[in-house]
């Protein structure tokens, strides 16, 4: 009976803690989504987002470093080059839904991913669709991944080969400059035509601890690359979601 008495308060606790840490978490990311619900049109563009090209980057040499804060902790990037790129949103992941559950430092500083494609990729999204699925989802630990795969298993009825896909899409886990921007980029939606400009980032600790090294080439595609991944770590400074921009 005594042991069955310390059983049952110890399920009782454990049942007490896990609806404390589910409230904390609904709690928390409630507030997160309201806090950046309403970001304000820091202007209008007259010119349409061209998503031929692929993303514009010019490496920078110098050591260039900026203090930023992630929801909790302090962290330093650095700059490796100026980054744009435009195309069509085939996935986004916000993550926020129990993010205080094996949380990392990557997810205190990268607040969201997008997987963007260019080129003929972004053209006709029904046909895209019709043959491609794209999945943006968070890992058990703190692995973020884009993933892809045909919907036809007879590939010589695709449109376009794996490895035209491979080398027009990117995912790209962004942080953004200020609140602003990552209301902007909380408006953006699957099929937006979008333009984000701002710099591909290494992350570390205000320890020096590295969190986390971006990709340079959008050729990469595995976990030997430099981003741990064939990923994009973005320093978001303006983004263009069709005509309207937030900066």
Same mark, same amino acid.
């Not at 839904?97 to 500083?109: G, K, L, N």
């Not at 080969?161 to 209301?183: C, D, E, F, R």
């Given at each position: 009976?005594?042991?069955?008495?310390?059983?049952?308060?110890?399920?009782?606790?454990?049942?007490?803690?896990?609806?404390?840490?589910?409230?904390?978490?609904?709690?928390?990311?409630?507030?997160?989504? &309201?806090?950046?619900?309403?970001?304000?049109?820091?202007?209008?563009?007259?010119?349409?987002?061209?998503?031929?090209? +692929?993303?514009?980057? !010019?490496?920078?040499? /110098?050591?260039?470093?900026?203090?930023?804060?992630?929801?909790?902790?302090?962290?330093?990037?650095?700059?490796? +080059? /100026?980054?744009?790129?435009?195309?069509?949103?085939?996935?986004?992941?916000?993550?926020?839904?129990?993010?205080?559950? =094996?949380?990392?430092?990557?997810?205190?500083?990268?607040? =969201?991913?997008?997987?963007?494609?260019?080129?003929? !990729?972004? /053209?006709?999204?029904?046909?895209?669709?019709?043959?491609?699925?794209?999945?943006?989802?968070?890992?058990?630990?703190?692995?973020?991944?884009?993933?892809?795969?045909?919907?036809?298993?007879? %590939?010589?009825?695709?449109?376009?080969?794996?490895?035209?896909?491979?080398? %027009?899409?990117? %995912?790209?886990?962004? &942080?953004?400059?200020?609140?602003?921007?990552?209301?902007?980029?909380?408006? &953006?939606?699957?099929?937006?035509?979008?333009?984000?400009?701002?710099?591909?980032?290494?992350?570390?600790?205000?320890?020096?601890?590295?969190? +986390?090294?971006?990709?340079?080439?959008?050729?990469?595609?595995?976990?030997?690359?430099?981003?741990?991944?064939?990923? /994009?770590?973005?320093?978001?400074?303006?983004?263009?979601?069709?005509?309207?921009?937030?900066?």
């Amino acid at each position: 009976m005594r042991f069955e008495k310390i059983w049952n308060l110890f399920c009782t606790l454990c049942f007490i803690v896990f609806v404390v840490i589910v409230i904390n978490s609904l709690l928390g990311d409630i507030l997160f989504r &309201i806090k950046y619900s309403f970001p304000k049109i820091s202007g209008i563009s007259n010119e349409l987002i061209n998503t031929e090209h +692929a993303p514009k980057q !010019l490496n920078i040499k /110098e050591n260039k470093y900026i203090k930023t804060y992630g929801e909790k902790n302090i962290y330093a990037l650095k700059l490796q +080059a /100026e980054y744009s790129i435009s195309g069509l949103v085939v996935s986004r992941n916000t993550n926020f839904w129990f993010r205080d559950v =094996m949380r990392s430092d990557f997810d205190d500083i990268c607040l =969201m991913d997008v997987g963007i494609v260019w080129g003929e !990729l972004a /053209e006709t999204p029904k046909k895209l669709h019709k043959h491609w699925k794209f999945s943006s989802k968070k890992t058990l630990g703190s692995g973020r991944q884009l993933s892809w795969r045909s919907k036809d298993s007879n %590939h010589d009825n695709m449109p376009w080969s794996l490895s035209y896909v491979n080398s %027009h899409i990117s %995912h790209t886990h962004l &942080i953004p400059a200020n609140p602003n921007v990552m209301g902007g980029l909380l408006s &953006i939606k699957k099929n937006d035509i979008v333009n984000l400009r701002g710099y591909l980032v290494d992350i570390y600790t205000d320890k020096g601890e590295t969190v +986390a090294l971006t990709s340079l080439s959008r050729y990469d595609k595995d976990t030997t690359s430099r981003g741990y991944g064939a990923c /994009e770590d973005m320093y978001v400074k303006q983004v263009q979601i069709g005509n309207k921009i937030y900066r």
